[in-house]
Nanobody
Framework: VQLQASGGGLVQPGGSLRLSCAAS????????IGWFRQVPGKEREGVSC????????YYEDSVKGRFTISRDNAKNMVYLQMNNLKHEDTAVYYC????????????????????????WGQGTQVTVSS
């Protein structure tokens, strides 16, 4: 399984970015995919996850109403639209899944397993600064 995240950058508070995750090497529509982030000195956390069908979505409380996760199974892509960005959103963002925990129809279950996942993209830096 290969995952490649892109789309990060420097943005002012209140601005927007769209992250993309390209996946290969798996039956894409059968696996939940998640976005996770990490700040130096802190544990990696689940930001948002989406089930293989796209029906089930999970958002961490601090991003609800600001971030939107979506997927295009025809293109093997998952997206994270991030609006109204805040300083505290600054982090390295990763997309990830897992051979076992990704095979769930409930997106939250993937996000809850942040420390157990076996397939990670390389990360993309998001910096929110004025």
């Amino acid at each position: 399984v290969q995952l490649q995240a892109s789309g990060g950058g420097l943005v002012q508070p209140g601005g927007s970015l769209r992250l993309s995750c390209a996946a290969s090497g798996l039956s894409f529509d059968m696996y939940a995919i998640g976005w996770f982030r990490q700040v130096p000195g802190k544990e990696r956390e689940g930001v948002s996850c989406i089930s293989g069908s796209g029906v089930s979505k999970y958002y961490e409380d601090s991003v609800k109403g600001r971030f939107t996760i979506s997927r295009d199974n025809a293109k093997n892509m998952v997206y994270l639209q991030m609006n109204n960005l805040k300083h505290e959103d600054t982090a390295v963002y990763y997309c990830a899944t897992d051979a076992v925990y990704g095979a769930t129809p409930v997106a939250e279950r993937l996000c809850a397993r942040v420390h157990d996942l076996d397939a990670w993209g390389q990360g993309t830096q998001v910096t929110v600064s004025s």
